[in-house]
């Protein structure tokens, strides 16, 4: 059995990379990208502390998570569609019209 | 019986109110005949009650309103005297103004609110106490700002409509302070009162004047009496009266003249105690009315306005009124007797003069006497009713006007014996040139040669109706009601848990009782005979001031007929006193006080001191709202800059949020503090 801290290191990992990502990208489709690490890193720690408690409930979360992040995913792409037929762009730093 | 429908009396008018409002353009005339069939239904029950409670009982009736407030009738002897005048002159007016208004396009208009003022007029006169009174009051106001306002589509009328109802507000100011300071002292004596009794009910506060300190009761007399000044047009918030001719003729013959300006006289003779008993209260009010009496008397003879030579008269009248009041100082609850009955027949015949010049002015067209002239020949009825009425205005032996002006003239000496002549003398003055003027209207109106081309006809029926009963009135009712009406006005304080000799050494009178000092005075034995001194005293006095007044009445229509009556005319007025005469000038600028008011007072101070405040509101009370504003406004200008719209922008603060809110919670907890 893979030791627990192994997980949470895994998982804090991913977060911190999926956080940069949201920090410094420009591109809408990387930023979805980066949200989606940000999950399955929660989903990861869900599973571990479920296998090593053990707990069936963190498993059962981490799957209305995926089903969760399947639909966001969905519509966030369907909004990125959308301004790309606006703006002809998906490059957010052009996208401000809700800016001051 | 009668007495349980003493609501209807007001009741009826409010309802031809509604009635007239809302589907008066659908009947005939406006549904004029709504108004006066309504009023004529108040005078029913108002005979009704007379009949009822004459000569020796009262009615009371109240609920309560709020805690401390009610509603509530009280007809005594000098509420009912009111209601019977009211009542009955009212209804005669609005018969006339249904020949009058007929096919005015807004007779519907004014028939609905001239019954507002027929039920707020009566309201007024039957509360039962101050608060009701003062409600009622206002909405007389009101309805005379309307009334004055009625043709709003004439500036002139605008204007007058406005400065009317602005200068009575200045009096209904005060006359609220007044009741203020009234209940504030009624409120600190820790009254244990009855149930069904409240704070400002008549019979509590006639009960409890004594207990009040003496130098509240002036201020309250001077506060009431401000409100008296307002809407009786007395100096100096007269100047709204004659100005208020602009409205249609009924009008002034229904509130400018009969009813609604006996208002304030009405209200200081209601609280007659309370002027009793301040010091100073009644000085105030006989020097008003007696300075306003002679005043006005004089504007009154350079008027060319047919009306407003009546306006003058009426401002004079209500000051002989006033001084009668206030004469009250010497000879005590008499004077209310003298005065209501000048009152009641001054309303008879100022009514019969005042529907008399709407008869001419129906006909001839114009207000200006410069333009009449022969009128006489073509309104035969017209001229003989208004000869009647003005014999009683200038207080022609054995007229109504004789018994009642010349009854406070008389008594006005004895005042004068006792404490001052000033007021006997003005009053003699201003009765001088009463009969001078009233003559110079009906001489150069009636008599003479046409001056201009002007409609040559009678009024109809429906208008000369009135004007008859009118004369009958104004020629019978002094002589017939003379003796009884003294004693019965006399009685109305005797209903009442009030003790005037207390009240007169509170109010500091030089009267010890009511009639000892009086004869030790004069030292003419007059007979103490209680509720008969009426008729009795006057004879206390010597032989020339008995006769006085007559030859003042016959020597005033004198003078009056050798300037302007071509039978016997001796003088031209033009020639006594040319165009540029100082003193006609001043007397046909009505003492210039519309340069004064208007241009002194209102332009320079007024506006003035509104500069002023106005600064001084820009600069510093929106100054620093708008600074606060401002500094508010630019801190957000640079705040807003965070909103960037920049994504990575907003994820970087949320992170470092998260982490800041992380660190401190996690060092709290180590020093223990959550």
């Known amino acids: ?57 963190g498993q059962v979360f981490a799957l209305f998570s995926i089903a969760l992040a399947a639909a966001e995913a969905g519509v966030g792409f369907a909004i990125l569609i959308a301004l790309y037929r606006l703006y002809g762009t998906i490059d957010l730093d052009n996208i401000n019209a809700m800016r001051w | 019986m009668y007495a349980d429908y003493a609501y209807l009396i007001v009741g009826l008018p409010v309802l031809a109110f509604v009635l007239c409002l809302f589907v008066g353009w659908h009947l005939p005339r406006g549904g004029g005949f709504l108004t006066a069939l309504a009023t004529f239904g108040a005078l029913v029950i108002s005979l009704g009650i007379f009949s009822e409670i004459y000569p020796d009982k009262i009615i009371h009736q109240s609920m309560p309103w709020f805690a401390n407030f009610n509603v509530g009738i009280l007809i005594d002897p000098l509420a009912l005297v009111m209601l019977l005048m009211v009542t009955f002159v009212v209804t005669l007016i609005h018969t006339y103004a249904n020949g009058y208004m007929n096919g005015d396009p807004g007779a519907a208009r004014y028939f609905a609110e001239a019954a507002l003022f027929t039920a707020s007029m009566l309201g007024l006169i039957y509360a039962d106490n101050l608060l009701q009174l003062f409600i009622f009051w206002e909405l007389v106001g009101l309805c005379s700002y309307l009334l004055i306002g009625f043709w709003y589509r004439k500036p002139s009328a605008a204007a007058a409509a406005k400065k009317a109802f602005l200068t009575t507000r200045v009096g209904d100011v005060l006359f609220l302070t007044g009741i203020i300071l009234l209940y504030n002292n009624m409120a600190s004596l820790n009254l244990a009162l009855k149930p069904g009794e409240y704070l400002l009910q008549f019979p509590v506060i006639y009960a409890h004047l004594a207990e009040i300190p003496p130098a509240q009761l002036t201020l309250i007399a001077l506060g009431l009496l401000g409100g008296a000044v307002g809407k009786s047009g007395q100096f100096p918030l007269h100047v709204w009266l004659p100005d208020a001719m602009e409205g249609p003729t009924t009008v002034s013959a229904m509130i400018h003249a009969a009813t609604m300006v006996t208002a304030g006289v009405y209200l200081v003779a209601r609280m007659f105690p309370l002027f009793y008993a301040a010091p100073h209260g009644l000085t105030a009010v006989a020097a008003v009315g007696a300075f306003t009496a002679l005043f006005a008397a004089t504007m009154g003879l350079t008027a060319f306005d047919i009306k407003r030579v009546l306006a003058f008269s009426t401002v004079s009248q209500l000051g002989f009124m006033m001084a009668g009041l206030g004469i009250g100082a010497a000879v005590g609850t008499m004077a209310v007797g003298v005065a209501m009955f000048h009152l009641i027949g001054h309303s008879f015949f100022k009514a019969l003069l005042f529907l008399g010049a709407g008869s001419v002015i129906h006909a001839v067209n114009t207000n200006d006497m410069r333009e009449m002239g022969g009128v006489g020949k073509y309104m035969k009825w017209t001229m003989y009713t208004m000869l009647i009425g003005s014999l009683s205005l200038a207080g022609f032996p054995f007229f109504t006007g004789f018994f009642s002006k010349d009854e406070i003239i008389v008594i006005a000496y004895e005042y004068g014996v006792l404490i001052n002549f000033l007021p006997y003398i003005f009053l003699v003055l201003a009765a001088v040139l009463t009969a001078i003027y009233t003559f110079r209207m009906w001489f150069s109106v009636f008599t003479g040669k046409e001056r201009s081309n002007y409609g040559k006809h009678e009024s109809p029926m429906i208008m000369i109706g009135p004007l008859v009963i009118l004369a009958v009135f104004a020629f019978g009712f002094g002589f017939a009601a003379q003796s009884d009406f003294y004693s019965y006005l006399d009685s109305n304080f005797e209903h009442y848990d009030v003790n005037f000799e207390e009240l007169s050494v509170i109010g500091g009178h030089v009267l010890a009782g009511e009639h000892g000092a009086t004869e030790a005075a004069t030292g003419e034995h007059a007979p103490a005979a209680e509720g008969e001194h009426g008729a009795e005293e006057a004879h206390a006095e010597p032989w020339y001031i008995q006769i006085l007044p007559i030859i003042i009445a016959i020597g005033g229509i004198l003078t009056a007929g050798l300037f302007y009556w071509d039978k016997i005319k001796k003088f031209d007025p033009s020639q006594v006193t040319g165009d540029n005469d100082p003193i006609r000038k001043m007397l046909l600028k009505g003492y210039y006080q519309h340069e004064i008011l208007t241009g002194w007072f209102a332009e320079g101070v007024v506006y003035g001191t509104a500069l002023i405040c106005n600064t001084i509101d820009i600069k510093l009370v929106d100054g620093w709202l708008n600074w606060l504003s401002a500094w508010v406004m630019g801190f957000a200008q640079n705040i807003r800059k965070v909103q960037s719209g920049v994504v990575q922008n907003y994820v970087t603060a949320l992170v470092l949020g998260i982490v800041v809110l992380v660190v401190v919670i996690s060092l709290a907890k180590e020093v223990g503090l959550a």
């Open chain 1, 1 to 57: 059995m893979i030791p627990l801290e192994l997980n949470i290191l895994l998982a804090s990992t991913m977060f911190t990379i999926g956080l940069y990502g949201l920090a410094t990208q420009k591109n809408g489709v990387k930023l979805m990208m980066c949200i989606e690490l940000m999950l399955n890193s929660a989903n990861i720690n869900l599973v571990a502390f479920s296998a090593y408690l053990p707990n069936v409930n």
